[in-house]
């Protein structure tokens, strides 16, 4: 089993930025990605961030230019991420997601954001 933990949730005003953490711990065989998702009430899950080996990463439209992900120098399964010029529609609980070869997807405990206008 694979555990995450997340922190770097809060509240903050529009224009204004936010950096979550995520740490992975536990039976790590080899994680291929990490990421980020987000889920506002009453809407679907929705990728926001994906960092793959390599640090090749990837974004949605809808936050490109404004998050980025990146990896701890030290702790290669540990990542953050950057959000900068938060909008209202970014609010929605935070989760972290990893990948890993024999453990296969494990998700965090979910963190929550909340951008006002």
């Known amino acids: 089993q694979v555990q995450l933990v997340e922190s770097g949730g809060g509240s903050v005003q529009a224009g204004g930025s936010l950096r979550l953490s995520c740490s992975a711990s536990?039976?790590?065989?080899?994680?291929?990605?990490m990421g980020w998702f987000r889920q506002a009430p009453g809407k679907q899950r929705e990728a926001v961030a994906t960092?793959?080996?390599?640090?090749?990463?990837?974004y949605p439209s809808s936050v490109k230019g404004r998050f980025t992900i990146s990896r701890d120098a030290a702790d290669e399964n540990t990542v953050y991420l950057q959000m900068n010029s938060l909008k209202p529609e970014d609010t929605a609980v935070y989760y972290c997601?990893?990948?890993?070869?024999?453990?296969?997807?494990?998700w965090g405990q979910g963190t929550q954001v909340t951008v006002s206008s």
């Open positions: 960092i793959f080996t390599g640090d090749r990463a990837i």
């Open positions: 536990g039976e790590i065989v080899r994680i291929n990605a």
């Open positions: 997601n990893a990948i890993d070869t024999q453990h296969g997807s494990a």
